[in-house]
């Protein structure tokens, strides 16, 4: 246990909001798909949180708590980026499987990496967005290789492997990541 814990200490939360949590008034995050998002917070008497595009600036409400707060930007960032996850997604798809995706979304997951639905429906965890392009492109093909292969049979890491052949680094440095809590 204590060599859980202590393997738990070193690895890296990927938190581009933690800063703003604590009072900074505004952030930008650098994507890996090339993109750079601008946060601004203000403090507003308003009796909501409201956010206008041109980056982002948010009013935040008096009673809006850090929680609330929390998502909410996650939320924004994955808004921020979801015309170009769905398109490397696809793109990365046409390349490889060539499998039948309904819905590419991105979504702040608690303890996954990534998620695919039966029906073609594949779901990314949004800080994913923050590791390096090399992760993402592993994570997707292993999302997609899910369609075949809806299990993590022999047969499903030799498509992994087919199409991703460093895999097993991918998870290595996946492994270094926490997902925010």
């Given at each position: 246990m204590a060599k859980a814990f202590i393997k738990e200490k070193t690895r890296t939360t990927i938190d581009p909001f933690a800063g703003i949590l604590q009072g900074e008034t505004e952030t930008t995050v650098h994507l890996v798909t090339g993109q750079s998002v601008q946060f601004e917070i203000a403090e507003g008497g308003r009796t909501r949180t409201k956010a206008m595009r041109n980056g982002?600036?948010?009013?935040?409400?008096p009673h809006a708590d850090k929680r609330t707060l929390?998502?909410?930007?996650w939320?924004?960032?994955a808004l921020s980026a979801s015309v170009s996850v769905?398109?490397?997604?696809?793109?990365?798809n046409e390349e490889t499987l060539q499998?039948?995706?309904t819905s590419v979304a991105l979504k702040l997951m608690r303890s996954r990496w990534g998620s695919c639905?039966?029906?073609g429906q594949i779901a990314l965890s949004t800080p994913l967005l923050l590791t390096s392009p090399q992760i993402l492109r592993y994570v997707i093909i292993h999302e997609l290789a899910?369609?075949?292969h809806p299990?993590?049979?022999?047969?499903?890491?030799?498509?992994?492997?087919?199409?991703?052949?460093g895999y097993r680094k991918r998870v290595r440095e996946l492994r270094k990541f926490k997902l925010p809590s």
């Open positions: 982002w600036r948010i009013t935040r409400a929390h998502r909410s930007l939320h924004l960032l769905r398109s490397l997604v696809r793109g990365i499998v039948n995706i639905g039966r029906r899910h369609m075949p299990n993590h049979s022999a047969k499903f890491w030799r498509t992994v492997g087919e199409f991703e052949p």
